[in-house]
């Protein structure tokens, strides 16, 4: 879009709504799709379209929906909607904070996610270059419920807009909606919304009433049609959320596909609009990339995947895992059936492997923890391999403390590491060690206690059970073959 402000064009966003039929505590432009809140796809795409002004109205749960707004776009000027009810009345309000503002004031809803930065242009292209008063977006459905219906006249102009609520059998039948969205020249807009009164089904002061205000008045009001009707659709409730996030990752997915990245099941794949992949990345089934992700030329990732706000290298591997808020280098291998928690850290040529559990660790360059370990508040070096069953023990009940790992060490199956300690370059552990004190470079570290065999126990504590049948029968069989041996000789 342009990388100029287009100063002759304002725009205010509608958040003020409860949302009722989401059936939840969080506002309904607060809920996520693609991992980004309804109300901040739409910012999002309003500022691609480089307005002089943006400005959204919030009411329910103000303090939240503003902060949100205040993420999304920083610079947009939050307004409080007051009593009187209605998306004229939020309108009216906006445009009281733009009150020097003399262009075309570009109306959104906060709940239509969807529509992208082009057909919003196409939009304000169309609105001025028919020289009207204002433009609407309409789409055609097949199923029109719930939505206000564009009502004609015998020309085929716009003759006025009407809700559901109010319309009459043969206006519900009709299929082109209000999408929620139009264009007005700011001083008509004024005029007209200063003449809406609330006499509807709902007691509301009605934006689309400006519509029929100004074919009363004698001015032009033109209908620009979505190209794509599913993008102009709102979202009312959990089900139209789902729909909506569908859609819109079948869009991402295709984007990153026409990038150069293969998507082998599309249908299973969840890739959110802020992450990014290189090209001749692959993703295989029911994988998830979220969050700010970014995944290097040559990774593959999946199946069964979940990656948030990860950063993955190049040729790296990364299967059956979850992970979050990790970095992962260049020609790494992890899974299947990792954790990664958030400040893992895995350098060129590692390996975190089955059923390991990371948190806030640096796994050097070559480094491996291939089985069954929970590596935490580590730092561990170039070349080392840690045993099956290894556990750094990080936490006294009081306070979390590190474990440093040096170069080149190579530990035993079934270590404990319990911190604060320090294993020194090329230092080896023995199985079954438990590693309380620093070891030196270069030293082997064990902790042996003698073995004792106490004979008979098992007959003699577990009487009658399958262990003390056997046990007699391998006793009995163990005298016949001494006995025999010593017959032989």
Not at 12 to 18: E, K, M, T
Not at 186 to 206: C, M
Not at 274 to 299: C, E, F, R, S, W
Not at 423 to 445: C, E, F, N, S, Y
Request: negative net charge; hydrophobic residues 45%.
């Amino acid at each position: 879009m342009s990388d100029t402000t287009d100063t002759g064009l304002a725009v205010i966003v509608l958040a003020a709504g409860a949302g009722t039929r989401m059936k939840s505590s969080l506002p309904k432009v607060l809920h996520r799709i693609g991992g980004r809140e309804l109300v901040g796809h739409v910012l999002t795409t309003a500022g691609a379209l480089a307005p002089s002004r943006v400005v959204a109205v919030v009411r329910h749960e103000r303090e939240q929906v503003a902060a949100a707004i205040a993420d999304a776009a920083p610079d947009a000027v939050v307004v409080d909607q007051d009593d009187v009810p209605g998306t004229g009345r939020a309108v009216e309000i906006a445009l009281d904070a733009i009150a020097d503002f003399g262009g075309d004031v570009l109306v959104l809803s906060g709940d239509v996610p969807l529509l992208d930065a082009d057909t919003l242009a196409a939009l304000v292209t169309a609105h001025r270059a028919a020289d009207a008063a204002a433009t609407v977006l309409s789409a055609v459905l097949d199923d029109a419920s719930g939505y206000g219906r564009v009502v004609r006249d015998a020309d085929g102009a716009v003759a006025r807009i009407v809700e559901q609520k109010d319309a009459t059998a043969d206006e519900i039948a009709l299929r082109e909606i209000n999408a929620g969205v139009y264009v007005f020249r700011a001083a008509p807009l004024r005029e007209q919304l200063a003449r809406v009164g609330t006499d509807n089904a709902q007691g509301e002061k009605y934006l689309t009433d400006v519509i029929g205000l100004l074919r009363t008045a004698g001015a032009a009001v033109a209908v620009s049609a979505a190209p794509d009707a599913g993008a102009a659709l709102g979202v009312n409730d959990r089900v139209q959320l789902s729909e909506a996030g569908r859609i819109l990752n079948a869009r991402t997915v295709r984007r990153w596909q026409l990038e150069g990245v293969t998507v082998v099941d599309p249908a299973t794949t969840w890739i959110d609009v802020d992450a990014v992949l290189a090209p001749d990345v692959t993703v295989l089934p029911n994988t998830h990339i979220l969050g700010a992700t970014a995944v290097a030329t040559g990774a593959v990732i999946g199946p069964d995947t979940s990656l948030i706000d990860c950063e993955v290298g190049e040729r790296a591997t990364v299967k059956r895992t979850d992970a979050t808020l990790a970095v992962i280098g260049d020609d790494a291998t992890v899974g299947p059936w990792s954790y990664l928690r958030a400040g893992t850290r895995l350098d060129a040529h590692g390996k975190i492997g089955t059923f390991v559990e990371t948190k806030n660790s640096t796994i050097g360059e070559g480094s491996k923890v291939p089985h069954l370990s929970y590596v935490g508040d580590t730092d561990i070096g170039r070349g080392v391999n840690l045993g099956a069953g290894a556990i750094t023990a990080n936490y006294d009940d009081l306070t979390k403390h590190r474990t440093e790992i040096g170069d080149e060490v190579h530990s035993g199956s079934h270590n404990v590491f319990v911190a604060p300690v320090r294993i020194g370059d090329g230092a080896k552990t023995g199985a079954g060690a438990v590693i309380r004190k620093d070891v030196p470079a270069g030293a082997l570290a064990l902790t042996v206690a003698p073995q004792r065999n106490v004979e008979g126990w098992v007959e003699k504590n577990r009487p009658g059970t399958g262990a003390a049948h056997a046990a007699a029968a391998a006793r009995s069989a163990q005298k016949a073959d001494d006995g025999a041996q010593e017959q032989e000789g």
